[in-house]
């Protein structure tokens, strides 16, 4: 069946960048998404990016494609406290159905 | 506008027991998802309405799990009855019909089985 894989932890210094990675075995996948997940709350969507493209940029996010190894990645730019929290890569299945993977927590340290 | 609500937002019962969750999804949203969340993984669609129809439950185990959504608007999920193992988040999200349409959670109802 469908999978999504990611690393479970990320570490980094403020002002550094954050590079989440995912991978995916859906080849017929319309959408990719990223959620954000913060302690006690639902997830929020930070971004997506459809399958044809291979790029996508918003302000300090940057979505990277690549379909031919079926894997995602999240580039945040100068990351900052507030961005500590878990991150969810997510395919569409049929009928906008999301495939989760099981987050990757990513700390910020001063 | 306002978001997706859940209530309860935390429950606590004893295994064999049942319980049900609501959640009323944003105005307008023909589509509301139930998905489980265990502690340490991703969310898993439980069940996919549209309007008041089941688009997906194919996750759904059906020998406990139950879920309506009457008049196409609010949708109760309800076990019955529950294990150990049934211990979790469970998020409700809505969205627009069709593919490619932002799902918008709620806080989720975080079950503890004893």
């Known amino acids: 069946g469908e999978d999504v894989e990611q690393s479970l932890f990320l570490s980094v210094r403020e002002g550094d960048s954050s590079v989440i990675n995912c991978t995916y075995t859906?080849?017929?996948?319309?959408?990719l998404y990223w959620y954000k997940q913060e302690p006690g709350a639902g997830l929020q969507l930070l971004t997506y990016i459809f399958s044809n493209m291979d790029m996508k940029q918003d302000q300090r996010l940057t979505v990277l494609l690549n379909k031919k190894d079926k894997h995602l990645s999240l580039r945040i730019a100068d990351t900052q406290t507030g961005d500590s929290a878990i991150y969810f890569c997510?395919?569409?299945?049929?009928?906008?159905?999301?495939?989760f993977g099981a987050g990757t927590r990513l700390a910020v340290h001063p | 506008e306002a978001g997706v609500a859940q209530s309860p937002r935390y429950k606590i019962i004893e295994k064999r027991q049942s319980v049900a969750f609501w959640c009323n999804p944003i105005s307008g949203h023909a589509t509301l998802y139930w998905y489980q969340q265990i502690l340490g993984q991703g969310p898993k669609l439980l069940i996919q309405?549209?309007?008041?129809?089941?688009?997906?439950d194919s996750q759904l185990p059906k020998d406990r799990f139950s879920a309506e959504r009457l008049k196409g608007v609010d949708s109760t999920l309800k076990i019955q009855p529950a294990k150990l193992e049934d211990s979790a988040v469970y998020l409700c999200?809505?969205?627009?019909?069709?593919?490619?349409?932002?799902?918008?959670f709620g806080p989720g109802t975080r079950l503890t089985v004893t």
């Open positions: 997510a395919d569409s299945g049929g009928y906008n159905k999301l495939i």
């Open positions: 859906d080849s017929s996948s319309t959408y």
């Open positions: 309405f549209q309007n008041n129809g089941v688009v997906d």
């Open positions: 999200a809505s969205s627009l019909v069709g593919a490619g349409y932002e799902q918008y």
